[in-house]
């Protein structure tokens, strides 16, 4: 009985970081230009499985950048890409950098064009990312695709550096929580329930 009650709340102990999932803001910053228009924001829905990243500029050079962190692996998304005109082979910087201080990359990578970001945090290895009118191999939004898949737990920083055109802008990121497995799920619901029997036999 004594083990059985240990081993029960042993398991559930185990299961809680795996059970919700919560996006924290650690801290945001932009620069560029003498303007309020040239920024960052961060929006977290109200269950903390998705959170929203939008970087907006109307003068460059532009760095901006968010620093954030996630209790449970996730997905990140490139959601949209909005020059201030549509013209062809604009594109921009997008940098992801983990707690080790590695940068990530997928796509067409270049190691130098956010080299001159005005933040270290920003300052390295950046993935290209345009709109749909690109015409280059650059990143493209894609709501359905994430650009980079099952990122582990942890703090990240991303960020985006224009150094010259599009003079003004918009680029949107969301991350979403990868969904806990049915089978933790299962067994989860499985603890509670044999839980709640005991609890009743011992009444």
Do not use: H
Request: with cysteine; hydrophobic share 40%.
């Amino acid at each position: 009985m004594t083990f059985m009650k240990t081993l029960l709340g042993a398991t559930a102990v185990a299961a809680l970081p795996f059970a919700a999932s919560a996006f924290t803001f650690v801290e945001g910053m932009s620069t560029g230009g003498q303007t309020v228009t040239n920024g960052v924001a961060m929006g977290i829905d109200p269950d903390q499985n998705e959170a929203d990243f939008d970087f907006f500029w109307d003068s460059t050079p532009y760095t901006g950048y968010i620093t954030f962190s996630s209790d449970r692996a996730f997905d990140l998304y490139f959601e949209n890409y909005i020059p201030n005109r549509a013209d062809s082979g604009q594109f921009s910087g997008l940098t992801l950098r983990d707690s080790m201080g590695n940068f990530l990359q997928n796509g067409e990578a270049d190691a130098n064009f956010c080299g001159s970001a005005e933040f270290d945090v920003v300052s390295g290895p950046c993935n290209l990312v345009t709109g749909q009118n690109g015409e280059a191999d650059y990143l493209k939004p894609d709501t359905d695709t994430p650009i980079f898949a099952k990122l582990s737990a942890g703090t990240y920083t991303i960020g985006l550096y224009e150094s010259n055109r599009p003079v003004g802008g918009s680029a949107d990121f969301r991350v979403s929580a990868v969904p806990l497995p049915a089978g933790g799920l299962l067994l989860v619901s499985a603890l509670g329930g044999m839980g709640l029997m005991r609890r009743r036999k011992s009444a």
